[in-house]
C-alpha cells in the first residue's frame, strides 16, 4: 500500500519535468494537469535528463578456466549397493513368533 503511495507521490511530483505525451485519443493537458499514467509515459525521458546516482558498470571479463593442455578427471565412479535382507531384526506388528 505505501509503496503505491510513493509511486503515486514520484509521479505528482515530476509533473513539471515531462512534456504531455499522448495518444492520438486523448485531449491535450497543461502540465500541472497532468495524470500519472501521463507522467509515466514521460518518465524515460526524465531519467535521461535528471540522471541517476548509480555509477556506470564496470567492465568484467571471464575467468582464467581451464589452463592448456590439461584434461579434467572423469567423475568418480561407485558400485551399485545391493540391499541385503536383515534377518536378525524382530518382525514389526506384535510378539515374536516362535516355530
Known sequence: ???I???YAQLRLAR???EDLRRPWEKPLT???LTPGRVRRGYPRIRRTVG???RAPKASHP???RPKGRTSTPAPRHPVGKKQRKTDMPRRGGAEQQP
Open 1 to 3: 500500500m505505501w509503496l
Open 5 to 7: 503511495l510513493a509511486a
Open 16 to 18: 513539471p519535468l515531462t
Open 31 to 33: 502540465p500541472d494537469r
Open 52 to 54: 541517476t546516482p548509480a
Open 63 to 65: 575467468g582464467p578456466g
